[in-house]
């Protein structure tokens, strides 16, 4: 197969799989430590010594890769996925690791209800700077990842991982940086806007052709698409009608679904305006498109103008345009 170009969301079939986990927390919610609003929890630190900047690589696929280490074992590759309501392992590597298992979870994802697996628990877990004590994962065969990312993956750094620190991407520059959220400073000239976490994801507002405007999910795991429209919004606001579109499919956790894709004229995100961009529809109510709460699902090409920040714990986000980042490395 031929993965498209950035921009085009009809990617082949497991080389787009947004949203892998995207129902896991309310099937079956993170057991990992709790805290109230703007708190962290206490089973993390940062070293203080260590660079905030991630040794990372962007897939063919436009999925980020990065590389943490488990109880300080060799690293290998992971999805770094904002749209993973969970962190996930895959079984063999934690059987290799030995980590221990416990309990039963079941994930969902574009295709519905996937695998029945275990929770995961490691003694430590190291991204960056950024280390996790008594770390939880839930299970997932990621062999299939291997042909979309082009190399091994055996995780899925999700939710438990954004939610504590403050994230840092540059998708144009592949730099991808975590922060002390006590510690971090926007760069003077940006401005912070309200988020939801919603099942663990990061939902920002948006705007899009007939002046419409509604929250959407923010998910790294999408590679290099646009939008996808929920299935809910495709039929409430008629998003079909009069339009040209193709059949497509939209694979992941799950299986697959058929879809419909075509362009809009326009949509906005952060002050940023995209015109005509190429999205695609979700026809089917089956798994993480068929969710009504959110209007569709946003992947990593209508991110490309900014270094993009976010702070679970205060709930917001920063879309920083570049002559801001530009000036505040001068």
């Not at 031929?2 to 309310?26: D, E, F, N």
């Not at 709790?34 to 900047?53: K, N």
């Not at 062999?143 to 504590?164: E, N």
Request: glycine residues 12%; proline residues 6%.
């Amino acid at each position: 197969m031929t993965l498209i170009q950035a921009g085009s969301s009809s990617h082949p079939k497991w080389s787009r799989w947004a949203g892998a986990v995207l129902g896991l927390g309310l099937m079956a919610p993170s057991p990992v430590a709790q805290s109230g609003p703007g708190e962290l929890p206490d089973d993390l630190f940062f070293e203080p010594d260590i660079s905030p900047t991630l040794d990372c690589q962007f897939a063919p696929s436009g999925h980020i890769l990065v590389r943490p280490l488990v109880n300080e074992e060799d690293p290998r590759w992971w999805v770094f996925d904002s749209g993973a309501g969970r962190s996930t392992i895959d079984p063999e590597y934690a059987d290799e690791l030995g980590l221990e298992s416990w309990g039963v979870v079941r994930l969902m994802g574009v295709g519905g209800a996937g695998d029945t697996g275990s929770n995961r628990r490691a003694e430590t877990f190291r991204l960056g700077p950024l280390v996790i004590d008594e770390a939880n994962f839930a299970e997932m065969q990621c062999d299939f990842l291997a042909t979309a990312m082009g190399v091994p993956v055996v995780g899925i750094c999700g939710f438990d991982v954004f939610s504590r620190a403050v994230v840092t991407l540059d998708r144009r520059f592949q730099n991808v940086e975590l922060h002390d959220p006590e510690e971090y400073e926007l760069p003077e000239g940006a401005t912070w806007e309200p988020i939801k976490i919603l099942h663990g994801h990061p939902i920002v507002k948006c705007k899009f052709e007939g002046d419409r405007e509604g929250w959407f999910r923010l998910d790294t795991g999408a590679g290099s698409g646009t939008v996808t429209f929920h299935a809910p919004a495709v039929e409430e606001f008629q998003l079909l009608e009069g339009r040209t579109v193709k059949d497509t499919l939209m694979g992941g956790v799950g299986g697959t679904i058929t879809g419909k894709s075509g362009t809009i004229s326009y949509f906005e995100i952060g002050g940023h305006r995209f015109g005509w961009p190429q999205v695609e529809f979700a026809t089917e109510a089956v798994g993480a498109f068929a969710d009504a709460d959110t209007m569709g699902n946003l992947g990593g090409f209508f991110l490309e103008p900014f270094e993009v920040v976010m702070d679970y714990q205060s709930k917001r986000i920063a879309f920083v345009p570049r002559e801001v980042t530009a000036s505040s490395e001068e």
